[in-house]
């Protein structure tokens, strides 16, 4: 399998279904033969992973490898201008409890790298292609960034991908979030107003040869019958797991997943759940918090690196 960012060198794809993909960070062995999760190969794979997903696919692909540098540099600058991924990083310093926070503040969930991580795992496991990069366009056009943390399309099916993430110590609580948001945005007004701005978006730059097609979709009047059998809705949950720490981890592992899934189809109470076409992500992690402050590190770091 050829992926993007071979992310696939370090993450399992262990459990691939119609309606459930879940992930965990393979292992190595240091230099006295000890075992540890690779996570620090992981926010080295999401570095590379933010040129793409800061830029869009575009403008990304121009890179030269002499401008790597200074456009990683950039990227994390423009990362930084949205005021989200800044007030995370400090409170994350601040050694703060950040899902008490979010569940008053739930903003700030877009500072927590859920939308970097999804690319990442849309790009190298499901083969999509991303329609335009919101952080980009905020940047260049000043559009607001806000809606759906991923607008992908998938040239095969024509299917048209819109992701939510979720990043948090306990897992059934980034679930529940998530059943939260598809309550909230999957419906025609949402999608319409969603969809306005992705339109106005992707006419200034996109030559995917497919765009007719999106826009057409896009019309405010497509009924929400022809919307739902041509959108797919990856749900990424990235959550602290114990698993890691257990001696016999795949068992355990697949038992959590199991477990979780259950209970997302337990409490998905959406309206219309028996037409939407959800793919549920699990991705465990063996210390949330800790990934996303040293993630928040290292790319807080690369913005002095063109100065």
């Keep these: ?87 995370v990083r400090q409170l994350y310093e601040e050694g703060k409890d950040i899902d008490s926070i979010k569940s008053t503040k739930k903003y700030l ?11 990442m795992l849309l790009r190298d496991f499901h083969n999509t292609i991303p329609l335009l990069s919101k952080i980009y366009f905020k940047d260049s056009y000043s559009f607001t960034v806000h809606g759906f943390d991923a607008v992908h399309i998938e040239p095969e099916t024509q299917s048209l991908w819109l992701g939510e993430s979720k990043l948090y110590t306990d897992g059934k609580a980034g679930i529940k979030e998530l059943i939260n948001d598809i309550l909230e945005h999957l419906k025609k007004d949402y999608l319409n107003d969603e969809f306005n701005i992705i339109s106005k978006k992707i006419k200034p730059y996109d030559d995917i040869p497919e765009k007719k097609y999106w826009l057409n979709l896009m019309n405010e009047n497509t009924s929400l019958k022809d919307i739902l059998t041509s959108v797919t809705i990856p749900l990424l949950c990235v959550y602290t797991s114990d698993t890691y720490n257990q001696k016999d981890f ?55 690196l063109s100065s």
């Excluded at 969930?109 to 690319?119: C, P, T």
């Design 1 to 87: 399998m050829s992926t993007i960012f071979n992310s696939d060198k370090v993450l399992c794809n262990h459990i691939s279904e119609v309606d459930l993909c879940t992930y965990f960070i393979g292992t190595d062995f240091d230099d006295s033969g000890n075992e540890f999760v690779r996570c620090n190969d992981l926010i080295k794979i999401l570095q590379e992973v933010l040129l793409e997903f800061a830029f869009g696919i575009n403008e990304a692909s121009k890179i030269s490898h002499t401008q790597i540098i200074s456009k990683l540099s950039d990227a994390a600058k423009s990362i930084y201008k949205i005021k989200d991924f800044e007030t």
């Design 109 to 119: 969930s877009r500072g927590e790298f859920g939308e970097l991580i999804l690319h």
């Design 250 to 304: 795949l068992k355990e592992y697949e038992k959590e997943m199991r477990t979780l899934k259950q209970y997302f189809d337990d409490n998905n109470s959406h309206p219309l759940k028996t037409k939407l076409n959800i793919i549920l992500i699990l991705f465990p992690v063996k210390n949330k918090n800790e990934l996303v402050k040293n993630l928040h590190r290292r790319l807080h770091t690369l913005q002095g």
